[in-house]
């Protein structure tokens, strides 16, 4: 039977900005209500190591995501495994409505929804997902030992997939539009100094290639974007690493949004175009789109709500 739940601050997301604003409402007394959603930890429950997180050398992105979750629930948050499908913003109290189909009606809500990964566009891309093609390389690497596989990408996401892959493939190919890497210097080192991977400049992906029975990848067609010449490139899995984008269906067309989709904060805040909505992560964060930098500005939404609310008391 389904159920109204009234809240305070409402916490829509579970990446690192989610679990901060949590930590932050719960001790300024707001018993906040968090929503997981479908990916409870985000983008991070499907990397490895992370090794930029302060007072971390190095730590498992899962075990990092579970070390948050648990640190907001020790300081009061009432986290719900949930999906919210939609939520109206034109007036206050805020009304959302999870798949569960329990209503959440909130006096102020954090949006925290992260990013998702972008793909390639293709019509073959879309027949092999799952059946070669991936954006995870920790879900599906494993089962591409001793094969050779593609990455496509260049910036911090496609290096460090293209590294986790080595320890499963026999080969790694790159494979980027421009001839230099946008990724950090320390991973391209890293990138640059291992064997199993070789770099395939100034080239894009045409077609990707497979049997029909069973379904599967075998090569993918490529070409070159100064000369368009077209090559074939023979491997079991490809994995796509261009980016994300925001992950903005509950609220592009009630918040002003810009950068392909991005939420329009004020400056040096983490408040929206509507009173009592804020906004915190990748979900706004066009430039940085670090965890450090998520939980940074879900703490910013935290304090921001606690304010607000007094205001309006």
């Keep these: 039977m389904t159920k109204e739940i009234s809240t305070r601050l409402l916490i829509i997301g579970s990446g690192p900005a989610g679990y901060t604003a949590a930590v932050y409402a719960s001790r300024a007394m707001l018993n906040p209500i968090l929503i997981q959603g479908f990916q409870p930890g985000g983008q991070l429950t499907i990397t490895t190591e992370v090794e930029n997180w302060p007072g971390e050398k190095e730590i498992q992105g899962p075990d990092l995501m579970t070390n948050m979750e648990e640190h907001a629930k020790a300081v009061g948050t009432e986290i719900i495994f949930d999906h919210i499908e939609s939520i109206d913003l034109s007036k206050r109290p805020f009304k959302a409505v999870g798949q569960s189909g329990d209503i959440y009606i909130a006096e102020s809500v954090v949006l925290a929804t992260g990013a998702q990964a972008k793909w390639l566009g293709l019509k073959s891309e879309e027949k092999f997902k799952g059946f070669g093609v991936s954006a995870c390389a920790t879900c599906d690497g494993f089962f591409y030992k001793e094969q050779e596989i593609v990455v496509i990408g260049g910036g911090n996401t496609a290096v460090e997939e293209a590294l986790f892959l080595t320890k499963f493939a026999s080969k790694v190919t790159l494979i980027h539009r421009r001839d230099h890497l946008r990724s950090e210097k320390i991973l391209q080192d890293r990138l640059f100094k291992n064997n199993k991977i070789k770099t395939l400049w100034f ?7 497979g049997d029909e ?24 899995g490809v994995f796509v690493a261009i980016g994300h984008a925001p992950e903005n269906a509950l609220v592009k067309d009630q918040l002003e949004t810009h950068m392909g989709g991005y939420v329009i904060t004020k400056p040096n805040s ?7 909505i804020f906004v915190a992560g990748d979900l706004t964060d066009y430039i940085y789109r670090q965890a450090v930098t998520s939980a940074g500005m879900g703490c910013m939404a935290a304090l921001e709500a606690e304010k607000f609310l007094a205001e309006e008391e």
Excluded: A, M, R
């Excluded at 080239?203 to 290639?209: Q, R």
């Excluded at 983490?270 to 009592?276: L, V, W, Y």
């Design 203 to 209: 080239h894009e992906v045409e077609e990707i290639l």
């Design 213 to 236: 029975n069973p379904l599967g990848v075998t090569g993918i067609k490529v070409k070159h974007t100064k000369t368009n010449k077209i090559s074939h490139i023979d491997c079991k």
């Design 270 to 276: 983490t408040s929206t175009s509507i009173p009592g």
